[in-house]
């Protein structure tokens, strides 16, 4: 048994049934956490670095996108 980081609640989690690195909600204050170890089962509160990453994709994108704009208006 596993204790959340965030709640301290108990989470019954089978160390077999998980990695390290998978992502599982807390069932009673539904928090979003990273299982750190397997043996024993630790979790630490789950970062947002993944929805980060996707808007900094996004914002590269669509600069490339105004650069080749640009290129197209110089020829």
């Known amino acids: 048994m596993a204790i959340c980081p965030e709640c ?10 998980v990695d390290k690195g998978d992502i599982i909600s807390c069932p009673e204050c539904g928090t979003d956490l990273e ?3 397997v043996t024993p089962i630790e979790f630490d509160v789950a970062s947002d670095d993944d929805e980060d990453e996707d808007d900094l994709d996004e914002d590269e994108d669509d600069a490339d996108e105004e650069e080749d704009e640009e290129e197209d208006w110089d020829e």
């Open 8 to 17: 301290e609640a108990d989470i019954d989690v089978d160390e077999f049934d």
């Open 35 to 37: 299982v750190t170890s």
